[in-house]
């Protein structure tokens, strides 16, 4: 059933020339890492820190609890099922590995979610957020990378993940140290998911070119990412809240300022620091300290920096 209907998608495509193909392929980017951190940062540090925080926390939950998921299922993709589901563009280069939950669904579901949540009396904004969300979740579909259950589990499972993570983090800001507890949890779960990553067997399934389905391989290195993630924000969290407290009272020029320098070092470490990490170091340790890197950089580094520039120019 799940395959009928991206093949009923497909031939809608084909019918109408790939009209919507452009529309769909950019609106999919609003589900991969750099769009929706932007969208966080710029929370984080003109709009509303407290819920930037929690955009940035949400999606990096989801992302790590989508690469336990998926390397525990291990699901193939759509095309490796059926070769007649053929995704247009270069969908299909952005869809590597396995499929089940979608991961797009997922880091939507943290940032934009968290966002429709927290403007839920709002009703336009709260409206624009889950549009978004629905969007993307359709983009998925509509490509012909994911199936409806990759996109809907990806959702139930992000938004019980962000449910939970926000019951924690309201209970860690309740009481002194209790922060310290949650950094712990991250830590050990981290740990405990790169052992697993680790020593966990992989199906080994060769294709009609002899070539594996999935390498396990280079899946595995995006784990680490995910590991290092949670670590770098739920750590960078801590720090901000116990030592740098940066203040939203700023002008406009200096909350753009903010946005544009974090956002310009951030791209920075993802397309030049990331890559060489992981020539030097090796593709598992080069991801786990890459993201740590970047993502502590966003949460943490870059408010105490701007902090004390501010300071200065007063």
């Excluded at 020339?17 to 980017?29: A, E, R």
């Excluded at 922060?179 to 712990?184: H, N, P, S, T």
Aim: net charge positive.
């Amino acid at each position: 059933m799940d395959i009928q209907y991206l093949l009923a998608l497909q031939s809608f495509r084909d019918s109408t020339g790939g009209l919507f193909n452009s529309f769909f392929l950019f609106i999919t980017q609003f589900g991969e890492i750099l769009i929706p951190v932007t969208i966080a940062m710029i929370f984080y540090y003109a709009v509303d820190k407290k819920l930037g925080s929690r955009m940035l926390l949400g999606d990096a939950f989801a992302i790590f609890v989508n690469g336990v998921i998926k390397l525990t299922a291990c699901v193939y993709r759509p095309w490796v099922r059926d070769a007649r589901i053929v995704p247009p563009g270069d969908s299909k280069a952005h869809a590597t590995g396995y499929s089940f939950p979608s991961g797009h669904a997922m880091m939507a579901t943290g940032v934009y979610g968290t966002a429709a949540v927290h403007y839920r009396k709002q009703k336009g904004l709260c409206a624009a957020f889950l549009v978004l969300l629905v969007l993307v979740f359709f983009s998925r579909n509509y490509l012909g990378v994911h199936t409806p259950q990759d996109v809907l589990v990806g959702f139930a499972v992000a938004a019980l993940a962000v449910y939970l993570l926000n019951l924690a983090l309201d209970w860690a800001e309740k009481k002194e140290k209790r922060d310290l507890i949650v950094l712990g949890s991250a830590v050990l779960l981290a740990t405990l998911a790169a052992i697993f990553f680790t020593e966990k067997s992989y199906p080994m399934e060769l294709g009609s070119d002899g070539k594996l389905l999935v390498d396990p391989a280079a899946m595995v290195p995006d784990a680490f990412y995910a590991a290092g993630l949670l670590c770098a924000v739920i750590g960078g969290w801590v720090i901000e809240r116990r030592f740098i407290q940066f203040s939203m009272d700023v002008s406009v020029e200096r909350k753009i300022l903010r946005c544009l320098s974090g956002a310009l070092v951030f791209y920075a470490l993802n397309n030049i620091l990331f890559p060489f990490l992981i020539r030097i170091i090796g593709a598992r340790a080069g991801c786990f300290f890459g993201a740590f890197i970047g993502w502590f950089y966003v949460v943490a580094v870059h408010p105490a920096i701007f902090k004390k520039c501010e300071a200065r120019a007063e």
